[in-house]
């Protein structure tokens, strides 16, 4: 019997999410620093939320309707609106920025890597995970969602970030889910 999406993302993906996190944190000096979590997904969607379980966390989101329903089921976080492409935060704030698959939603990745640089601290972790295309010189989008090119979407995190360690979340036959866990 095979699981849905849901169950399955909640059964393989989240908990591979939380290890992830759990590993960035292990990387970030101050402890008590401002994390950002890039959308509001997780808690307004999913019973698994993420944000609650880091101390001193904002969420970004572009939907009202995700920020509401994550601030209700999860009052200590603040969700702020806006879009993580030009974010309304101060340059260096942010000790741990995490993106899981969000940066995918957005076809002008080089724009919100830029803004990862400006709003993370000078010794700021940055754990991002997106769907990478397999596919020699390939991109292709889903609905709303783009596969980027592997080759140049190191590149271009390599060029604004130290990767410290990078891997493979899921595999699909033409793309997988790869996350890096950088420094600034």
Not at 148 to 156: D, G, R, W
Request: aromatic fraction near 12%.
């Amino acid at each position: 019997m095979s699981l849905s999406g849901r169950a399955y993302y909640s059964k393989y993906i989240f908990p591979k999410y939380l290890k992830l996190i759990k590993r960035a944190m292990e990387m970030v000096e101050d402890k008590d620093c401002m994390k950002l979590k890039a959308d509001c997904w997780n808690e307004a969607q999913k019973k698994e939320g993420i944000a609650h379980l880091l101390k001193n966390c904002i969420c970004i989101d572009i939907s009202s309707k995700y920020i509401r329903r994550a601030s209700k089921r999860y009052p200590e976080v603040r969700a702020i609106k806006g879009s993580i492409d030009k974010m309304p935060f101060k340059d260096g704030e942010f000790g741990l920025l995490i993106d899981l698959s969000t940066i995918d939603h957005i076809a002008d990745y080089e724009k919100v890597l830029d803004e990862y640089k400006r709003v993370l601290s000078k010794k700021g972790i940055l754990l991002l995970v997106s769907w990478i295309s397999l596919r020699k010189d390939k991109s292709n989008t889903r609905k709303t969602q783009y596969v980027f090119n592997f080759k140049k979407f190191n590149l271009e995190i390599e060029n604004r970030f130290n990767i410290i360690k990078e891997g493979i979340v899921y595999e699909r036959a033409k793309s997988v889910l790869y996350w890096f866990i950088c420094k600034k």
